[in-house]
């Protein structure tokens, strides 16, 4: 069998380049490193949590300060298409964060979706969500 890659290696390379996007991500989320995190998000994301709750980029950013960091995020490697300088990465996510109010470590299981676009700053989420899995 004939790996997709010797055909397209470019794309082989992008798909590199995002899976390695994505693990910067993950990292600033646990660190609540905003300074790394903020130019991987476009100035028109949406990010939609969980619980419903809508943010744009800034309230975004001061969620992630004010709960100090994702506890830990587990994801596969996400299924990934790339569509010219837009990409889909999906793929199931378990993250542990921390209640604002009380500092308890909840668990939120889901399928993940991010948007990205590649513009002159490299890659940007312009959607990040995360749908919950039903009890």
Sequence with gaps: MTDWSDHHPELLLINNELLAFERQR??????????????MLAD??????STGMVHNKAQFLAHVQRMGGFVAIERPDPHILVQGDFALLTGE??????????????????????????????????LSQLTPHQS
């Design 93 to 126: 996510t378990h993250n542990r964060v921390r209640k604002l109010e009380t500092g308890e470590v909840m668990s939120r299981r889901g399928f993940s979706t991010l948007v990205l676009r590649r513009g002159p700053e490299g890659w940007q989420i312009l």
């Design 26 to 39: 993950q990292k600033a989320l646990i660190a609540a490193d905003i300074a790394a995190l903020t130019p």
């Design 44 to 49: 028109d994301l949406i990010h939609i949590h």
